[in-house]
């Protein structure tokens, strides 16, 4: 079984060309059955068969478990007349059968796995002739299981054994040695985006040539120290079957040289770049799916953090799991009302009159208590789960907004969306839907937006922002100063605020530099015609160097905590005194 793997798996290879090799065995040898065994312990499966209903017996009935015990076959002239078979189900009940020939199926390695049958109701003789023939026969079947075998274990490209080999190998090494400890490495020779980048440019060829080399260089570095496996369209793996983390360092920096050094692509140099994840695992306590998924975590940080390789992190582990667990508890939480929404408000620095409130979104889990924004927006952010948030905010925050100017409470209210919230096709149209619904005028709702290239007013988000602006939407760019921070792109737009981001105030007390920044901004800005909010001032000295630079609007907890639609309302009624 080391040739074909588990003899479950022959199961999955069954194929109509078994079937054809059994029916030209009825026609040779004149016989109304023939069949493809598979002997096991404890019970003999038929794969394939002719004139025969029965697809397994228990292996004490099995007349081909004593085929397999010689490599020249067994052939029972009658069966009826041999006190081994005299008593067999397949004699002495329908079919009545009598004359028996069979020849094992021999592997590679020697190992008979099973036979090629043919049978009889009548007792007859079988020729030397007839044998050969036979084991000929024989032959032809087990080179077709080990074609099929091969078909689905090898990947097209390299050559070299896949995922579905690997999972096989993995289980027969768990119950070879199962308390051993090992150090398992997945290797990625060519990021996504390049390998789409090289096919565009080169085609699937010589991609395929480039991903084949470095195969084939991975699999002469570990001749003989490890069988390696094409587990990925660009991945391939290996397990090392020693617990000694240095030596797998060792050996994967040097696998990093081999394979680092450029390959010819169509004519073109290229070198394979290379990231690597490593885990230890203890083989009968991790499946090869599990396995597979550590080290593609170690993998992962490779590549965020630009390392040739990194170890498993069960701490990593853990938060992609409770991320996952988020994104999976997100809409259940909607209905229970485990969201709700808490309002800062935006202060006119001259005053310090609250003139706006920034909605946003808390979540308060029946398990995980309160989960930070910070925390779940990025993990609904790369899910389908961004769109019915964002609606869920909308529809509250507009709701609230209409019950305070029923109230005579005049503020406007500023709702964060993100890139992919403003390139949702339609969406301009729904938020000026909400905001008729409600009864409320587009000026009364500010929508805030990060910097960055994505503000392009002839992208699909720029376009819908200027739907919303020019039906009277206010529009307020977030987080200014924290990454792109160019105005050259805001002309483009219709932008009405800018909120000088946290960063950029922190140091405000202390910095020369900082005061020199921000005082620059909020004038440049300012020229510009732009609205500008000081975000995330926490002392009272910030707010008065705010005020002091003429900027238009301060938020931050010097001033408010994030607070309820109640308590937001009471401090419109209260006059700010600056400590």
């Excluded at 987080?479 to 805001?490: H, I, M, R, T, V």
Aim: charged share 25%; net charge negative.
């Amino acid at each position: 079984m080391s040739t074909l793997g588990s003899l479950d798996a022959l199961d999955e290879v069954v194929s109509s060309s078994l079937d054809r090799l059994t029916e030209l065995a009825t026609r040779l040898f004149q016989t109304e059955v023939a069949f493809v065994s598979l002997v096991e312990t404890e019970r003999q499966r038929m794969i394939a068969r002719q004139g025969l209903d029965a697809a397994e017996m228990q292996i004490e009935h099995s007349i081909c478990a004593h085929t397999i015990r010689s490599a020249d076959g067994m052939v029972v002239a009658d069966l009826r007349a041999d006190p081994r078979f005299a008593g067999n189900p397949l004699v002495v009940k329908p079919p009545h059968l009598r004359f028996y020939a069979g020849a094992p199926l021999l592997a590679k390695n020697g190992v008979a796995i099973g036979a090629l049958c043919v049978m009889d109701p009548a007792a007859r003789t079988f020729s030397e002739d007839d044998r050969r023939q036979l084991q000929t026969l024989a032959i032809a079947v087990m080179n077709e299981l080990e074609l099929r075998v091969l078909t689905g274990r090898r990947d097209p490209v390299s050559g070299l054994p896949n995922r579905h080999q690997f999972a096989l190998d993995y289980a027969a090494w768990s119950a070879r040695a199962p308390q051993r400890v090992c150090v398992a490495v997945l290797v990625d020779v060519l990021d996504l985006p390049r390998a789409n980048e090289a096919g565009q440019v080169l085609g699937m060829a010589p991609l395929e040539a480039l991903i084949r080399r470095a195969g084939a260089r991975i699999k002469s570095a570990l001749e003989g120290v490890a069988e390696v496996y094409h587990v990925g369209v660009t991945r391939f793996a290996f397990v090392l079957r020693k617990s000694d983390g240095e030596a797998a360092e060792r050996m994967v920096n040097e696998l990093q040289g081999r394979l680092t050094r450029p390959m010819l692509a169509a004519a073109v140099p290229m070198s394979p770049m290379f990231h690597a994840g490593l885990c230890e695992i203890e083989l009968d306590r991790h499946s090869a799916d599990d396995v597979l998924r550590r080290m593609l975590i170690g993998l992962h940080c490779a590549h965020s953090t630009g390392a040739p390789f990194c170890w498993y992190s069960a701490s990593r582990d853990a938060g992609l799991k409770r991320g996952y667990r988020l994104a999976t508890d997100a809409e259940r939480g909607l209905l229970n009302d485990e969201f709700y929404l808490v309002y800062q408000p935006r202060y006119r620095a001259r005053d310090l009159v609250p003139v706006a409130a920034e909605v946003l979104l808390r979540w308060n889990h029946p398990d995980l208590g309160a989960v930070s924004p910070a925390e779940f927006i990025p993990v609904f952010e790369r899910t389908a789960l961004m769109e019915v948030v964002t609606d869920w905010v909308l529809d509250r925050a507009l709701t609230q907004l209409a019950q305070w100017r029923r109230e005579g409470i005049s503020m406007v209210l500023s709702i964060n969306l993100s890139p992919r919230d403003v390139a949702r096709v339609g969406m301009a149209t729904r938020l000026l839907a909400h905001i008729e619904r409600h009864g409320l005028r587009c000026q009364d709702v500010e929508i805030e937006i990060t910097e960055g290239e994505w503000l392009r007013a002839d992208s699909p988000p720029g376009e819908q922002l200027k739907e919303l602006a020019a039906a009277g939407v206010r529009l307020a760019v977030d987080d200014f100063g924290s990454g792109y921070s160019n105005f050259g792109y805001l002309t483009e737009l219709p932008i009405h605020t800018i909120k000088l981001d946290k960063s950029m105030i922190d140091d405000l007390s202390t910095d020369t530099r900082a005061q020199l920044k921000v005082q620059a901004v909020i004038r440049l800005a300012q020229g510009l015609g732009y609205n500008t909010v000081g975000e995330g001032a926490e002392t009272p000295g910030q707010v008065a160097l705010l005020q002091a630079y003429g900027c238009d609007e301060i938020q931050g907890f010097a001033l408010s905590r994030p607070v309820s639609a109640t308590d937001l309302a009471e401090l419109q009624t209260v006059p700010y005194v600056l400590a």
